[in-house]
């Protein structure tokens, strides 16, 4: 399950060992193939129809909140239910059976969308009365009128607790790709899955619609190039290396819908550390996740044989000549789209860069994504998902919370500000290669501004075919 680094550090022993467990027992309902008991919880288990005829109903405390729908980094609305109970709740029905969250979303239009998950009470440890615990549902959802009905079910004594609410989704403001969400369902309910999975979400088959407008000229070569290299200036390079992929895979997987009726992105992975192109598709639309996926799992910044740390120096030697071979052809309209977090090479050759004829036809393009990209906004992770089941102390928080802090470049082509304030160039090694290159770079500090960003992508490919 997913957890957050920051507040697990808090713990005590006795609370750490209680969130493990609560982290092993908390899985969807769907999932009894493997797990070890014999049958677990399912929603058709439950008279959920007849509580939902009946007034709102209390049998065991707990706080239901939903929060406002955020604009994930997938660029999908996602709307979370989230139930909270006090410890003391969990301390008497500790040691048997489950606590079941279910839950229904309904549209305007009378479709339903069930789902649950839960929390295996007989691997709650003792010690959670001074506790608070959260369980967590999401979904992607489209703009719209909702009713949402939700229990909470004790399956040993089917006490349970049930309510009504409304949720409205509200139309982006502004929003620059009001088709993108054309022919998606209104709701998707996410799974629960670990990374590398919960990055790109395989079972959202789906993608976004995001046509390029070509007045009937052959549509343009887009390729994409993701970095699964850490950088170099990290005391924890696994670290920074999940983090850089939490959002850049699902970027990667927004601007695999760009013309993918016509011509879809080809899509490689450049691992610069081992001098290679570990992952290669002719069509992102159609990408082998379960390839991908291996190659990341497979992928330990941490782990560097003899050969790897040979290779270390020329690591910029490498990403410039292979730059230079993807984007330096003449040819047809062709964008090459890097997608990165900040990276910065330690100790490099200087090589000089190669010298690419002029060619209004190549564009090369460099997304940097912020550490901070879509983090502290009502508890959203980078990817859009929070933590299945949270067993901590009770979290208090009044006022906004806070905004996305960090990362944002400040204006000015290639120029940011240093760490005493003098301007420098290039903020980092990525960028101090492309931009000699006739690179565009642009900082991607929030989902927000990555809408943004492709819908001016889409503009500028169709002006420029």
Same mark, same amino acid.
């Given at each position: 399950?997913?957890?957050?680094?920051?507040?697990?550090?808090?713990?005590?022993?006795?609370?750490?060992?209680?969130?493990?467990?609560?982290?092993?027992?908390?899985?969807?309902?769907?999932?009894? $193939?493997?797990?070890?008991?014999?049958?677990?919880?399912?929603? @058709? *288990?439950?008279?959920?129809?007849?509580?939902a005829?009946?007034?709102?109903?209390?049998?065991?405390?707990?706080?239901?909140?939903?929060?406002?729908?955020?604009?994930?980094?997938?660029?999908?609305?996602?709307?979370?239910?989230?139930?909270?109970?006090?410890?003391?709740?969990?301390?008497?029905?500790?040691?048997?059976?489950?606590?079941?969250?279910?839950?229904?979303?309904?549209?305007?239009? +009378?479709?339903?969308?069930? $789902?649950?998950?839960?929390?295996?009470?007989?691997?709650?440890?003792?010690?959670?009365?001074?506790?608070?615990?959260?369980?967590?549902?999401?979904?992607?959802?489209?703009?719209?009128?909702?009713?949402?009905?939700? $229990?909470?079910?004790? @399956?040993?004594?089917?006490?349970?607790?049930?309510?009504?609410?409304?949720?409205?989704?509200?139309?982006?403001?502004?929003?620059?790709l009001?088709?993108?969400?054309?022919?998606?369902?209104?709701v998707?309910?996410?799974?629960?899955?670990?990374?590398?999975?919960?990055?790109?979400?395989?079972?959202?088959?789906?993608?976004?619609?995001?046509?390029?407008?070509n007045?009937?000229?052959?549509?343009?070569?887009?390729?994409?190039?993701?970095?699964? =290299?850490?950088s170099?200036?990290?005391?924890?390079?696994?670290?920074?290396?999940?983090?850089?992929?939490?959002?850049?895979?699902?970027?990667?997987k927004?601007?695999?819908?760009?013309?993918?009726?016509?011509?879809?992105?080809?899509?490689?992975?450049?691992?610069? =550390?081992?001098?290679?192109?570990?992952?290669?598709?002719?069509?992102? %639309?159609?990408?082998?996740?379960?390839?991908?996926a291996?190659?990341?799992?497979?992928?330990?910044?941490?782990?560097?044989?003899?050969?790897s740390?040979?290779?270390?120096?020329?690591?910029r030697?490498?990403?410039?000549?292979?730059?230079?071979?993807?984007?330096?052809?003449? +040819?047809?309209?062709?964008?090459?789209?890097?997608?990165?977090?900040?990276? *910065?090479? $330690?100790?490099?050759?200087e090589?000089?860069?190669?010298?690419?004829?002029?060619?209004?036809?190549?564009?090369?393009?460099?997304?940097?994504?912020?550490?901070?990209?879509?983090?502290?906004?009502?508890?959203?992770?980078?990817?859009?998902?929070?933590?299945?089941?949270?067993?901590?102390?009770?979290q208090?928080?009044?006022?906004?919370?806070?905004?996305?802090?960090?990362?944002?470049?400040?204006?000015?082509?290639?120029?940011?500000?240093?760490?005493?304030?003098?301007?420098?160039?290039?903020?980092?090694?990525?960028?101090?290669?492309?931009?000699?290159?006739?690179?565009?770079?642009? +900082?991607?500090?929030?989902?927000? %501004?990555?809408?943004?960003?492709?819908?001016?992508?889409?503009?500028?490919?169709?002006?420029?075919?």
């Amino acid at each position: 399950m997913r957890t957050t680094p920051a507040r697990t550090k808090q713990h005590t022993p006795l609370r750490l060992a209680t969130l493990v467990a609560a982290f092993a027992a908390f899985c969807p309902s769907h999932s009894a $193939a493997s797990d070890p008991e014999p049958r677990l919880p399912r929603f @058709s *288990d439950f008279p959920f129809d007849e509580w939902a005829a009946a007034p709102d109903h209390s049998a065991i405390k707990w706080q239901l909140k939903l929060p406002p729908p955020q604009l994930s980094a997938h660029q999908r609305l996602i709307a979370q239910i989230q139930a909270v109970v006090p410890g003391s709740e969990l301390e008497k029905r500790r040691g048997r059976g489950d606590l079941v969250l279910l839950a229904r979303f309904e549209d305007s239009d +009378g479709r339903r969308w069930p $789902a649950s998950g839960r929390l295996n009470l007989a691997k709650v440890q003792a010690g959670v009365k001074s506790q608070e615990l959260t369980l967590s549902l999401s979904a992607f959802v489209r703009p719209g009128d909702y009713r949402v009905q939700v $229990a909470l079910v004790d @399956s040993k004594t089917m006490e349970h607790s049930f309510t009504h609410r409304k949720l409205h989704v509200g139309l982006l403001k502004s929003d620059l790709l009001p088709d993108a969400w054309l022919g998606l369902p209104s709701v998707e309910v996410l799974p629960f899955i670990d990374a590398p999975d919960s990055w790109f979400l395989p079972a959202v088959k789906q993608r976004l619609h995001l046509p390029i407008p070509n007045a009937n000229k052959p549509p343009p070569r887009i390729d994409l190039m993701v970095n699964l =290299t850490p950088s170099g200036r990290t005391w924890n390079p696994a670290g920074s290396l999940r983090g850089s992929m939490a959002v850049v895979i699902p970027a990667l997987k927004v601007l695999s819908g760009l013309n993918e009726k016509t011509r879809p992105p080809s899509a490689c992975v450049i691992d610069l =550390t081992r001098h290679r192109i570990g992952f290669e598709t002719a069509n992102a %639309a159609a990408l082998d996740w379960k390839a991908f996926a291996r190659l990341l799992t497979e992928s330990n910044p941490g782990i560097i044989d003899a050969k790897s740390l040979a290779l270390q120096s020329s690591m910029r030697d490498y990403f410039t000549h292979e730059i230079a071979r993807r984007a330096g052809d003449s +040819g047809p309209p062709r964008w090459l789209i890097v997608l990165s977090g900040r990276l *910065d090479f $330690a100790r490099q050759d200087e090589t000089p860069l190669p010298e690419l004829p002029p060619d209004p036809n190549r564009h090369i393009v460099y997304l940097r994504f912020a550490p901070a990209f879509g983090n502290g906004r009502s508890g959203v992770l980078p990817v859009g998902l929070p933590p299945d089941v949270r067993i901590g102390p009770p979290q208090r928080v009044h006022g906004p919370m806070p905004g996305p802090g960090g990362g944002a470049l400040p204006g000015g082509p290639g120029r940011s500000r240093g760490p005493e304030g003098g301007e420098v160039l290039y903020p980092d090694d990525i960028e101090r290669v492309l931009k000699p290159l006739g690179a565009q770079v642009i +900082g991607v500090p929030t989902p927000e %501004a990555f809408r943004k960003i492709v819908a001016t992508l889409i503009d500028e490919i169709a002006a420029n075919e």
